[in-house]
């Protein structure tokens, strides 16, 4: 049967819109991938403000219930955010000055240890069923001593990168304080430049991704004390050297999720090889899988509960992508930051919550309805006084 002119020029039509909107599809995405570029080239640009804003926000995550007791007892929100603020710098260097004192005086034993144990390694590859020569490591060592010493920055890098760390360091105990002590206020203000139709939703938007934050890092200093208590005990126990320092970096190390546990745990087996030997290697390695398996099994569901809700492929990416962004910092920050952007999408995207607000406001004046929380009613209700 013959094509009608009609149905010709009608499937002409529907190709035309459809190529139309593809090409509208295709040029929306290119315009968010380069604005996300964009952003984040500015963030990593300005790398140690970043870092400073990131930790300052996290901080305050773990900081702010004892500050909320406080204040019920009667204290001033400045005091109590002082208080919390010399708290966490005391926890932070009391473990750090009592770690460098016992590494201080173990450091002569574990470089003979070092030695002993590097030449004991040394001879079980060269008479081991390995395809190596004695005189093949001995090649190799140099070689691998000097990309060792090329990666280590010289001496003005090294200045530099002390003064910007110190520097990000002090900012983010700054806006710590702040953050603690005038948080609800600021969002306040931010919440008076949103338009007043999208402001509950931007308020409930900002809460859940708070939210989110809080119980991810409640969650992952739990997760850390257990680990760091349960390899530093096996370490003690084997005696094993720097035992302590070991714990600290298993610790630090389960704010990187994956990658961190593994570095951790092979550097405990590094140690305990070189210098206790395989036997107690073997020891430690076995006691880090039984911690690691305790983690993932019973502490992540139980601490984690549903805080962050995302599948294993995705914090790969994620601590993949800020390892190449931001090196170690980034590794840390990147999952609550993910977590905590995909919370507030999820409730920006909410169309059950969005057919709330279009029910509640029905015009370009603000709601008489009270928003749900603190910020959204002072943003309401109190005059723009930090203008």
Known sequence: MPTTPDRTSGSRRQLRAALLHAGAVCGSVLLIAATVLAVGWLLVLLAPVTLAVVAALLLAALLIPGVNILVRLRFPRAAAALAAVVGLLAALILPLFLVGQQAAGQFDNLGRSLREGIARVRRWVAEGPLPVTGDQLDRLWPQARDAALDVVPGPAGGVSMATQVVGAAALAVVLLFFILKDGEAMWAWVLRRIPPRQRR????????????????????????????????????????????PLALLTFLAAFIPIVGATVAGAAAVLV????????????????????????????QPFVMGHAVRLHPAVILVAVAAGTVLAGVAGAVVAVPLTAVAYRVVSVLTDTDSSADD???????????????SAAGREATAAPDRAD
């Open 201 to 244: 939703k931007a308020d409930d938007a900002a809460h859940g991704g708070w939210h989110t934050l809080v119980g991810y890092v409640r969650g992952t200093v739990l997760i850390a004390v257990a680990d760091a208590v349960g390899v530093g005990v096996a370490l003690l126990l084997v005696g094993v050297p720097l035992a302590l």
């Open 272 to 299: 305990a090889l070189v210098a206790n030997g395989p036997t107690d290697a073997l020891i430690i390695l076995a006691a880090i899988l039984i911690v690691q398996q305790v983690e993932g099994n019973l502490l």
């Open 358 to 372: 279009d029910d509640t406001d029905t015009g370009d004046e603000p709601s008489s309805e009270e928003p749900p």
